[in-house]
């Protein structure tokens, strides 16, 4: 598994060279803060450069971003001064649990998107939620957008088609499976957990093409082919007292 340092050290690299190639899915994540009041406080695990850290901020919403590659965070508050947008932005960086308790002011809602598979086990996942959990009020909510660790085609992307390097960093998709959440949220009484599958047709196509987004919706909503989906998004919120 490589360690927090392995991963720090992976993505330094990749903020150094300043190309990001992921395909925008803000349009498939965007909902599921529809729920979260503008202008509350959301703090973005794993916010890298800051591909979702700026619709958050356009959205209205004050973002914490954290990240343990310094470089990717400076990379970030960079490109939201340049958007006029740093004034809702403030930066927690380091490791995630002990960036979270460091963060003084309260936070509504937290976000995880394309970060817990780089997190080294399960064990650390698990703190990171519990965490987050015991921290926000009753009505706050955590977004999670991660690939699915039972679609066969990360497998044959990283492990059969890409680097090694590559696939060390990214092995850990395994560990995201639908009851990785449920086994947490049954372990408390404090929250309710929703999931949706998405992208059984490539993000890039869905992206471009109109009309593919509500096709793969449909595709993705039957039991037997959303196993194959690339990625997983749950919902968690904090129940009301
Ligand atoms: C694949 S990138 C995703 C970046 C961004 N969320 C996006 O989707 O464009 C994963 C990011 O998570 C960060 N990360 C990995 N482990 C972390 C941890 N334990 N605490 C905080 N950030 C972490 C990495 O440094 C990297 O910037």
Same mark, same amino acid.
């Given at each position: 598994m490589p360690t927090v340092l392995e991963t720090q050290q992976h993505f330094d690299k990749s903020a150094a060279v300043g190309v990001d190639s992921s395909v925008d899915k803000w349009p498939a994540i965007a909902p599921h803060f529809e729920a979260i009041p503008r202008g509350a406080r959301i703090i973005e695990c794993g916010a890298g450069t800051g591909l979702y850290t700026l619709p958050l901020l356009k959205a209205g919403y004050r973002v914490v971003a954290n990240d343990i590659s310094l470089l990717a965070l400076k990379r970030l508050k960079v490109t939201m001064e340049a958007a006029g947008l740093a004034d809702g932005l403030s930066l927690a960086p380091g490791d995630y649990v002990s960036a979270l308790a460091d963060v003084a002011d309260p936070i509504q809602a937290a976000t995880f998107i394309k970060v817990l598979h780089h997190f080294p086990d399960r064990d650390h996942i698990r703190a990171a939620l519990h965490a987050t959990l015991d921290r926000l009020p009753a009505g706050g909510r955590i977004v999670m957008f991660e690939p699915n660790g039972l679609a066969p085609h990360w497998f044959v992307r990283y !492990? =059969?088609?890409?680097t090694r390097e590559k696939w060390l960093n990214e092995r850990? +998709? !395994? =560990? +995201? !499976?639908?009851s990785l959440f449920e086994d947490l949220c049954d372990s408390r009484n404090d929250c309710r957990l929703s999931l949706q599958y998405r992208f059984l047709i490539p993000g890039t196509f869905v992206s471009r093409i109109p009309g593919l987004s509500a096709a793969d919706r449909l595709l993705t909503s039957l039991p037997g082919l959303r196993r194959f989906s690339a990625n997983l998004i749950c919902i968690i919120d904090k129940a009301s007292a």
């Open positions: !492990r =059969l088609l890409d850990n +998709i !395994r =560990l +995201i !499976r639908q």
